[in-house]
């Protein structure tokens, strides 16, 4: 655990090998030097590792801000407590090891803002609270362990709610890949899916894995579906 009063820099790379990252960089939650200060800085393009659980917290001024590409990787959860800006592509890797035990979880009304870079984030399930926007970038959701993706009303092991989906600002949109298993959509409208402007495709092509609309009728403004096994 790294606890700062006024802002932690990193112009290197950071790791745990055994157990949790823990960066609270504003530690009395009060403003102390405006506009640089109580924030998270990650200088040129960066990797930060946790071999457990990591969490990232910086309350005032800017939140967590990164210059270049950057990479978050942990193997069990991952919370952003505050708003997350980019210069580069992103890489958000939780459950790293894969097994089903890592949710990325991003505080209400924080924001995750990769600046029109293309996006990449892999977790068991994802808790979108705040928002996430890649601009005119690509984003890559996708599910660590191979299970289920539900997306609006649909209850599966990794969900998008309605609300969830409406909080998206992107570019080409993948839900999905090789490895993922079957997706449901129910119910998604046009207002919860109109912030992805680019392509959305829905990948299901792991072996025997399908996809299915049902229940409430769902709009998107592109979409590709894609399965194995109808």
Known sequence: TAKADDGISLLV?????????NLEADND???DTVGTGDRIFLSGSRTLTSAANMT???????????DSTLVLSSVGNLNINDNL????V???DVDSDDNGVGNLTLATS???DTQNSAATITANDIILDGSLSTGTGALNLLVSDGGE???????KDYDLSKAELSRITSGATQIGDVTSGSITVDNVSASDSDGISGMLTLDATKNNSNI???TAASTFTSLTAKADDG
């Open 13 to 21: 790379d950071l790791s745990t090998d055994t157990g949790d990252m």
């Open 29 to 31: 939650n009060a403003v």
């Open 56 to 66: 990232l917290d910086a309350t005032s001024n800017t939140g967590i801000e990164a």
């Open 85 to 88: 800006t980019t210069d580069g």
């Open 90 to 92: 992103t890489t958000i």
């Open 110 to 112: 924080m924001t995750i």
């Open 149 to 155: 993706i539900g997306l609006g009303d649909a209850d």
């Open 212 to 214: 299915v609309f049902e």
